[in-house]
């Protein structure tokens, strides 16, 4: 089947990583965050991934033009925001069939088949893959029959209005007749569509274990990355103590800790902690970085301190440099 991935967003809470490269190629660990979404389908079930985005599309088919993955990569170009209803209809054209559906910056536990095998056994136009969370007001909520079909549909609740603590985790199963009930233009599916259905009894929702993750934010693509490392999520690359390094030949540190290193980095005497690094980093002496994401070709000085920042691409950060929260170089 086609597997469609929503990606149209500009990763504005990455910048500035986000300003030269779009949110789908970041690296995590030995793949693209693209690649680590649709993970959870094998291979041996993809025809085509369709990757449904507007920003700095031409970066992704290259990408994907001279990288080695096991299917088709097809762009469906988004010229203005459409909303996750409009990002999806934009593939009507191209996307038939059954197929699997994809928020660009899940990353997750979720195996498709069990979806999957609900979906077959239920019928319906669409099936959802759910997660258990305490305040569910930020997210997608529905309420579920015994029989696995979704009652009710409501996004972003407030709190008098919450019926459910599951949330919609953002990945789905659809058939092709999804469109029949999707306007053309702008909209959202989780406003638009999805209460629709529901009401029809044409939506189905299975509840998964393990982990769920959104690695739109910093501190959440932290969250991702050392969840990778802890379900060994590569086949590149090595962990020393609670690390990984995309290379056996990358200096190791026990200062250096639940971080992701990539290669050609250099950290002399200094502390990482629960930060990515990427390719070609240098990092000087007695330097703290903590929670942070540091861009490729960075030269960072002596007796820095970061927390919660991210660092732009090729930039340098000079020696004795404290900052908490933001952006390098700061923004007005």
Not at 43 to 53: F, H, P, Q, R, T
Not at 164 to 184: C, K, Q, R, T, W
Not at 219 to 242: L, N, P, T, Y
């Amino acid at each position: 089947m086609q597997v469609v991935v929503l990606a149209g967003g500009v990763g504005s809470r990455l910048r500035p990583w986000t300003n030269k490269m779009p949110k789908p190629l970041l690296p995590m660990l030995d793949m693209s965050l693209l690649e680590r979404v649709v993970e959870g389908v094998p291979n041996d079930l993809i025809d085509e991934v369709v990757v449904a985005g507007g920003y700095k599309v031409e970066m992704i088919k290259e990408y994907f033009a001279q990288v080695d993955v096991d299917f088709d990569v097809r762009i469906v170009n988004e010229n203005k925001p459409l909303g996750t209803g409009g990002a999806l209809g934009n593939c009507r054209d191209v996307v038939s069939g059954r197929f699997a559906c994809f928020n660009g910056d899940i990353v997750s536990s979720l195996q498709i088949e069990p979806l999957l095998d609900l979906h077959k056994r239920n019928g319906g136009v669409g099936s959802l893959a759910l997660w258990e969370v305490e305040d569910p007001t930020r997210f997608g909520i529905v309420g579920l029959d015994d029989d696995s079909r979704i009652t009710q549909f409501k996004e972003k609740p407030k709190p008098d209005e919450v019926f459910s603590n599951l949330i919609n985790a953002g990945s789905y199963i659809f058939e092709d007749d999804v469109f029949d009930y999707m306007p053309h233009g702008k909209h959202s599916i989780e406003r638009d569509v999805f209460p629709k259905l529901a009401e029809q009894n044409l939506l189905n929702g299975q509840q998964f274990e393990g982990y769920f993750l959104d690695a739109g934010t910093p501190s959440a693509w932290s969250d991702a990355v050392h969840r990778c490392i802890i379900e060994k999520r590569f086949r590149r690359g090595m962990i020393h103590g609670s690390s990984w390094y995309g290379s056996a030949e990358t200096q190791t540190s026990e200062l250096v800790t639940e971080s992701m290193i990539e290669t050609d980095v250099l950290v002399s005497n200094s502390q990482i902690h629960r930060s990515t690094l990427l390719k070609g980093t240098v990092i000087g002496e007695n330097s703290v970085i903590e929670s942070s994401l540091i861009g490729d070709q960075v030269t960072i000085g002596a007796d820095v301190r970061l927390q919660d920042v991210v660092v732009d691409h090729g930039s340098t950060v000079p020696s004795g440099t404290t900052l908490v929260g933001g952006q390098w170089p700061r923004t007005e």
